[in-house]
């Protein structure tokens, strides 16, 4: 099914009316049959036009593919289908020979294929999650929302950049499963959006946190927490946090950030933060421990794991003051000190 516009003049002015139809095959060839006309659907975009129809059709065949079932327009439209074909049934095609045809199914080509059931999952983790209410909270539009919901899918079923990401789009359903338009969606739309999500990252953070903790029932008792490193190309000079550090990636000719990730038990993250790239490991332990305390709420009793860089004695004074428990990988040479207490319980 698709839509048509129609027009017809009356005295000198054009009066415009779009009506759905759909191809038939008849004994004379292909011809198009007049489902009902819509009325004017001026000034809705164009290519919402098609979505509409697909939407119409899905509904008559009882077949929704994604969200909760068609909405009032779609309805109204499928009621007049209805009313029409009472009113003018189909006339029954004559039987003949002609109904029969071969299909050399090796010339059959498909266009066009999109991915449809990897974000259809993604998507309705998406809705557990009340994504749409959170970035509703933080004053983000429809259409930001659907482009934020867009790009995470992106991450989670084929990661890339942002440069390639308005062509994955385009060969997946969410475009049908959004409402969103991809055709003309290019790379710089998506960097802007990033800048948008930014100055609510903490907000964001806090409020999934919560609502993963309540949805899958997490432990928060044990938090792990480690470093990493990622460079830039270039020389990032409007990047006051590119620095030249320490680099796990083995790249000390190119300035760099330093992430710092918290994640609990099971392995989901529960707050993270970029440092500049010359922070070094240790420093960076009481600064997180107050953004984690500002963000999600820190408890007594915790348990911390923290790697050996970061097992200074100032830094294991600090947990002990938060009344946090931790492990942590002891130096070489403390070990040696307590191989005697560890015999002596053998």
């Keep these: 099914m698709y839509i048509r516009k129609a027009w017809s003049t009356y005295k000198g002015k054009k009066y415009y009316n779009y009506v759905l139809v759909e191809s038939v095959q008849t004994e004379k060839g292909p011809r198009q049959k007049t489902i009902c006309c819509l009325g004017d659907l001026q000034p809705r975009p164009a290519e919402e036009w098609l979505i509409l129809a697909h939407k119409v059709e899905d509904a008559l065949a009882g077949q929704p593919l994604f969200g909760e079932g068609p909405d009032k327009e779609v309805l109204d439209i499928v009621k007049k289908v209805k009313e029409r074909k009472e009113v003018i049934p189909d006339r029954p095609r004559k039987k003949s020979s002609d109904?029969?045809?071969?299909?050399?199914?090796?010339?059959?080509?498909t266009e066009e294929i999109r991915e449809a059931g990897t974000v259809h999952v993604g998507y309705q983790f998406w809705k557990r999650l009340e994504m749409k209410e959170i970035l509703e909270e933080i004053g983000l539009g429809e259409r930001a929302r659907n482009l934020a919901c867009a790009m995470t899918m992106n991450r989670l079923v084929h990661p890339?950049?942002?440069?390639?990401?308005?062509?994955?789009?385009?060969s997946t359903a969410l475009e049908d499963m959004l409402g969103i338009s991809a055709a003309t969606l290019v790379d710089e739309t998506l960097y802007r959006m990033l800048d948008l999500l930014h100055p609510h990252r903490e907000k964001i953070e806090q409020a999934l946190a919560e609502r993963e903790r309540s949805l899958f029932g997490l432990d928060n008792t044990i938090l792990f927490y480690d470093l990493t490193s990622t460079y830039f190309e270039g020389e990032a000079l409007k990047n006051p946090k590119a620095q030249r550090g320490y680099s796990r990636d083995k790249r000390f000719d190119c300035k760099q950030v330093v992430v710092g990730l918290v994640i609990g038990r099971e392995g989901f993250p529960v707050a993270h933060e970029v440092f500049k790239g010359n922070q070094n490991d240790a420093p960076s332990l009481p600064i997180m421990l107050d953004l984690l305390n500002n963000r999600v709420g820190l408890q007594k009793g915790?348990?911390?794991?923290?790697?050996?860089?970061?097992?200074?004695?100032?830094n294991l004074e600090e947990l002990?003051?938060?009344?946090?428990?931790?492990?942590?990988?002891?130096?070489?040479?403390e070990r040696y000190q307590l191989w005697d207490a560890f015999e002596d319980h053998l």
Excluded: C, F
């Excluded at 109904?99 to 080509?109: A, F, G, L």
């Excluded at 890339?160 to 385009?170: K, L, V």
């Design 99 to 109: 109904d029969v045809i071969s299909v050399q199914t090796n010339k059959v080509e």
């Design 160 to 170: 890339g950049s942002e440069h390639a990401m308005p062509d994955w789009i385009r």
């Design 302 to 314: 915790q348990t911390v794991v923290i790697d050996r860089g970061m097992s200074s004695a100032e």
């Design 320 to 333: 002990k003051k938060r009344n946090l428990h931790y492990i942590v990988a002891s130096r070489q040479e």
